[in-house]
């Protein structure tokens, strides 16, 4: 059952959530298409796979780089210049996700992201970088910044992919915002104030940078990590899941390594 739901995954990252960048940190770019509906939604057996990715994973404090070979730049990630790290925390190497809620593979990977987290080494930044491609890609990129700044996040982040892909009671659609206000409302904040911080001045601040960061690392598709700005991570065929998330490690041990030379 876990061979076939790992597979399954890694087929599903390898045709990623598509999007185009911005032209401008201020002007979104045409909404991408959304996902077939014949994609398969996160099953009820998806946080089983919690084990898969947490047993292929290094050990939580280990400053080594995790054993095999060496990724490949180029095929296993691409370097970005100049770096640009989102959220920079010193003596710590930032891990960036980018993702989109409406993206049904970023709903896949999201139960193999929380066992990997866990076991992520103290030096490790890791943050979230909602994709804000514009369409209906941005609404879901304004209620994350929302539910951050009203200190709902943790409790509401895996709640709305359920929604939107399992459930199916969230559109994916441009005007979405009402409709997740009131969701929100369903989860312990006032939706009236929740639809005015989506609009509001710091959060039209953080879409801004959002989509500065997705031009800078040349983000076109999700989910993507970047690791210390400077490091941009796809699923590849070869690696699948678990090769996407032990090129993160090997790029995290090798930035680590130079930090405390």
């Known amino acids: 059952m876990l061979r076939s739901l790992a597979l399954a995954l890694t087929l599903a990252l390898l045709a990623a959530c598509g999007g185009q960048s911005p032209d401008t940190a201020g002007t979104p770019a045409a909404a991408p298409a959304a996902d077939t509906g014949d994609t398969a939604a996160p099953s009820a057996d998806a946080p089983a796979a919690e ?13 080594a780089p995790p054993p095999g070979p060496a990724p490949v730049e180029g095929v296993d990630y691409t370097r970005i210049e100049p770096a640009m790290p989102a959220q920079p925390v010193a003596g710590k190497v930032e891990v960036a996700e980018v993702f989109g809620y409406t993206c049904i593979h970023c709903a896949n990977l999201q139960p193999h992201v929380n066992a990997w987290k866990k076991r992520l080494p103290a030096h490790v930044n890791f943050v979230y970088v909602p994709a804000a491609f514009g369409g209906f890609w941005t609404p879901y990129a304004r209620a994350f910044y929302t539910a951050e700044a009203m200190g709902v996040l943790d409790a509401t982040h895996d709640a709305l992919f359920h929604a939107i892909h399992v459930e199916r009671s969230l559109p994916m659609t441009a005007d979405a915002a009402p409709r997740i206000a009131q969701w929100y409302g369903r989860h312990g904040v006032d939706p009236a104030v929740f639809a005015s911080t989506m609009d509001s001045f710091a959060v039209n601040a953080k879409i801004a940078r959002s989509q500065q960061l997705l ?39 090798r930035e680590h390594a130079a930090q405390v030379r």
Not at 51 to 63: L, R
């Open 51 to 63: 084990d898969t990715a947490a047993s292929a994973t290094p050990t939580a404090e280990a400053t």
């Open 215 to 253: 031009q800078r690392w040349g983000i076109e598709a999700t989910p993507t990590f970047v690791v210390a700005g400077k490091y941009k991570v796809m699923a590849t065929r070869e690696g699948g899941l678990e090769g996407m998330l032990r090129t993160v490690d090997w790029l995290v041990a």
